[in-house]
């Protein structure tokens, strides 16, 4: 059976790629090359896709291993304290997540610990299955729901000013 | 279940979506109706859940992406897939042979490959983008760039010199890294802009069919003037909001 072809693909799934992007690097440009990327191996790959309804699965996850990529260089990844966030459970007041806009939501995100930020990303982005988030990502479904916890926990805190930031290098050009 | 398992579960419960028909959510959902607090903190979670949600789908894909997506597509798809044709190749083998003396001098050669380079990376600096490093140190910007893996041995033009370091950063190609060095020429700057003036480097292997070692090639992308040239390791493009006789003066 003959996949989807590429432009349909690209009307389908460029917006909430690039969303994801963005909710990942914080950038407009670094989410622009992310999706643009993921576009080009799905032009050079995806035709060997057998399960054409997976296309959506495969897009993100080539997207999440290209971001990963491009942090290649970075230490591991920091480890929340899981006491900190058994004790204090996510919940966003809801007047505090009315205050922003959009593009406050994802910098907000974007102080999310990396590990945490897909699994937290995808929560709010896609209504996915929990297993199609473990897909991926390529982690298992508990690995997915812990992080997802951990992730949520931090962003809790970043609503309560208590969560210290990445450190910010620089400015908009 | 208790209370606070209860809690645990639905944190990760998201209204409106699949989890309503999870047989773990639902057992955590008729609890709280029981339960004055663990509703009110349900009814907290999915509101803050809902709204966040909105926004964060109301983020503003850049006008144009799509169409460049589209567009680099049918840049790949018009010199390498059509392989089926080999008598086109053969022709265009003739072509290229006869011409490919007077071809690799021009400098206003313009291919393709490296086309689709120049766009993506001048519109990733008139678009905005995360400077990394702010410095006006040139060795500093060197050792950031080295630390990312980037092309951090490059040769400036020395008119360039003359202009206002301001930073860098690394953008990527086709998983290639690139460095940008960003620069002021001195000239007012709408509100917000850092700079007008940035320098390109990557690896001359990551864009084939990069501007031959000695020709410069010039073109317009959008609002800038851009200058490719490459020497034997590196692919170098200068970029800069203005017309060629500005670009000029940072040139050579």
């Not at chain 1, 897909?118 to 982690?139: G, H, K, N, R, T």
């Not at chain 1, 208590?162 to 620089?170: C, E, F, I, S, V």
């Not at chain 2, 010199?79 to 083998?93: G, K, M, Q, T």
């Not at chain 2, 689709?116 to 600096?125: G, N």
Request: glycine residues 4%; hydrophobic residues 40%.
């Amino acid at each position: 059976m003959p996949g989807p072809n590429f432009e349909t693909v690209v009307a389908d799934y460029y917006e909430p790629l690039y969303r994801f992007a963005i909710s990942l690097t914080r950038s407009e440009a670094e989410a622009c090359d992310l999706a643009q990327q993921t576009f080009y191996m799905w032009a050079k790959k995806g035709h060997q896709l057998r399960d054409p309804s997976k296309a959506k699965s495969w897009l993100f996850t080539t997207l999440h291993r290209a971001f990963l990529e491009t942090r290649r260089t970075l230490t591991r990844f920091p480890q929340a304290e899981l006491t900190e966030t058994e004790d204090e459970l996510p919940v966003i007041l809801p007047e505090a997540a009315a205050r922003l806009d959009a593009l406050q939501a994802v910098e907000a995100l974007g102080r999310v610990s990396e590990l945490y930020r897909a699994p937290v990303a995808l929560f709010y982005l896609e209504d996915c299955s929990y297993q199609e988030i473990a897909d991926m990502l390529e982690v298992p479904i508990g690995t997915v729901k812990s992080r997802m916890a951990r992730g949520l926990a931090e962003l809790k805190l970043v609503f309560a000013g208590k969560h210290r930031a990445r450190p910010q290098t620089g400015g908009q050009g | 279940m208790t209370l606070e398992e209860a809690k645990q579960i639905l944190a990760l419960f998201r209204p409106g979506t699949a989890d309503e028909k999870d047989a773990a959510f639902q057992e955590a959902r008729q609890l709280a109706q029981s339960q004055p607090d663990l509703a009110r903190w349900l009814q907290e979670h999915c509101e803050s859940y809902l709204t966040l949600r909105r926004k964060l789908r109301s983020v503003p894909v850049p006008p144009g992406l799509k169409e460049q997506i589209l567009a680099e597509r049918k840049i790949r798809r018009g010199f390498f897939e059509n392989y089926w044709v080999p008598w086109l190749a053969a022709a265009a083998a003739v072509v290229l042979l006869v011409g490919i003396g007077f071809w690799s001098r021009s400098p206003h050669r313009v291919n393709a490959e490296h086309a689709a380079y120049r766009k993506r990376v001048t519109e990733a600096a008139l678009r905005g983008y995360n400077m990394e490093l702010t410095t006006r140190d040139p060795a500093q910007v060197r050792r950031f760039l080295k630390t990312k893996n980037a092309p951090a041995d490059y040769t400036l033009p020395s008119k360039l010199q003359s202009a206002e370091l301001v930073g860098c950063a690394v953008l990527r190609w086709q998983g290639a890294p690139v460095s940008m060095i960003c620069f002021r020429s001195g000239r007012p700057l709408p509100p917000g802009d850092q700079s007008d003036l940035w320098f390109f480097v990557t690896y001359r292997n990551a864009v084939p069919h990069a501007p031959s070692p000695g020709a410069t090639v010039l073109a317009r992308v959008n609002k800038a003037t851009t200058a490719s040239w490459s020497d034997e390791q590196k692919n170098y493009l200068l970029a800069a909001v203005g017309d060629e006789a500005f670009l000029e003066k940072y040139l050579r």
